[in-house]
C-alpha cells in the first residue's frame, strides 16, 4: 500500500471515529436494546416513530436550506442500539435517531422529538463548538458540544415544533408535576406559554430518566440541580442530572432565537473567541444580560463574560 493511500485511510478511521462527538448517548453506555423487550415503550410500530422524525425535518428543512446545507433526518427502526448522532459531509447534513432508544422503557413520544432537536442543535446552535485538535485537522469544528445541543433543544427548538399545538399543551396543565409548573412560572406568565413550557420540562424528564437508566445513575430531579461547577467548558457528555438540569434551563429562558444565524460560526477570532461568545449571547440568557434563570448550568459551561 502506497504512503499516500495509507494516510487517506487514517484519515477515514480519524473521520469515522470523531463521529463519537455528535452522538447523543456516549458510545460505551448505548449497549443494544432488545428487540422483543418492548413491552413499555410508548412506540410499538415504526410508522409513528417515524411520523415525529418527519414532521420536525419537514419544519427544519427549509431553516437549514437558508444556512446552506440539506438536511436530512432518518428514523432506524431496525437498529435496537439506543442512540442518535448528527453528522455533517459538505452540504450534506444528516440526523439520524435510532428504535432502539425509541423502544427504551423510559423514552417517551416527546422524548423521542426533543433527542432529534438535541442532534440539530449540534449542526445549528453554534457556540460553545465541540472543538478539539482533532476537530480542527479534519475541519470538523461545526459541531456545537453537547451541553449547548440539550440547551437549544429546549431553548429553540421544542417552542418551534410544538408552538403551535395549543391543544396538545394544555394537555400538560392538569398533567405536570407542580415542580415542573412551579419552575415554568418563574418566567412565563402567559397560559400558552406556561403549557408549552410543562410540555417541554415534561419530555426533559424522561430523557433525563433515559440517560440515568443508560448510565446505571439514579434519577435526575429538578430540585436537586449538579452541584458541579466546570473549570472551562466541557465538550463531553455532561452526567443525567447536569443535561437535566440544562434542559430545564433552557424551558425557560425567553430570548428569542434567529434562524439565520448560527452564532460563533464565521466571525473574526475564531469559533472559540469572545466574539463568538457574544454573538451566542444575543440569543440565550445570560448573567453579563442581566438573566438569574435560563442560564446554562455551570456543570459544563464556563462563561468568560
Known amino acids: 500500500m502506497s504512503r499516500f493511500i495509507k494516510s487517506i485511510a487514517i484519515a477515514i478511521s480519524l473521520l469515522v471515529s470523531f463521529q463519537a462527538h455528535a452522538v447523543f448517548v456516549p458510545e460505551e453506555l448505548s449497549g443494544p436494546i432488545d428487540l422483543n423487550d418492548a413491552t413499555n415503550s410508548p412506540l410499538t410500530e415504526p410508522v409513528e416513530f417515524t411520523q415525529i422524525v418527519k414532521n420536525i425535518e419537514t419544519i427544519y428543512k427549509p431553516i437549514a436550506k437558508k444556512l446552506g446545507g440539506n438536511l436530512n433526518i432518518n428514523a432506524q427502526w431496525g437498529s435496537d442500539t439506543p442512540n442518535a448522532f448528527a453528522k455533517k459531509m459538505f452540504g450534506s447534513w444528516q440526523v439520524v435517531i435510532t428504535g432502539g432508544l425509541a423502544r427504551h422503557p423510559s423514552m417517551t413520544k416527546d422524548g423521542i422529538a426533543l433527542v432529534v432537536c438535541h442532534e440539530i442543535g449540534h449542526h445549528l446552535a453554534g457556540f460553545p463548538f465541540a472543538q478539539t485538535g482533532l476537530a480542527a485537522i479534519l475541519g470538523m ?8 445541543s440539550d440547551y437549544y ?67 435526575p430531579q429538578l430540585h436537586t440541580p449538579s452541584q458541579s461547577v466546570v473549570g472551562a467548558t466541557y465538550s463531553g457528555h455532561p452526567e443525567a442530572q447536569c443535561r437535566l438540569d ?38 440565550s440568557c445570560t448573567k453579563a444580560s442581566g438573566f438569574e434563570v435560563g442560564l446554562r448550568p455551570s456543570c459544563w459551561y464556563k462563561a468568560r463574560m
Open 141 to 148: 469544528d461545526w459541531v456545537a458540544n453537547e451541553g449547548e
Open 153 to 219: 433543544a429546549t431553548q429553540v427548538c421544542s417552542r418551534k415544533i410544538w408552538g403551535n399545538q395549543v391543544k396538545q399543551n394544555e394537555v400538560f396543565r392538569s398533567t405536570a408535576s407542580a415542580q415542573v409548573k412551579a419552575e415554568c412560572d418563574k418566567v412565563w406568565t402567559k397560559e400558552a406559554d406556561q403549557n408549552l413550557c410543562y410540555r417541554t420540562v415534561t419530555a426533559s424528564e424522561a430523557l433525563a430518566d433515559v440517560l440515568a437508566s443508560l448510565s446505571k445513575r439514579g434519577s
Open 246 to 283: 440544562t434542559y430545564l434551563q433552557g424551558a425557560i429562558c425567553p430570548m428569542g432565537w434567529n434562524d439565520h444565524v448560527v452564532p460563533g460560526k464565521k466571525l473574526p477570532g475564531g469559533k472559540k473567541g469572545i466574539a463568538a461568545e457574544k454573538q451566542a449571547a444575543m440569543t
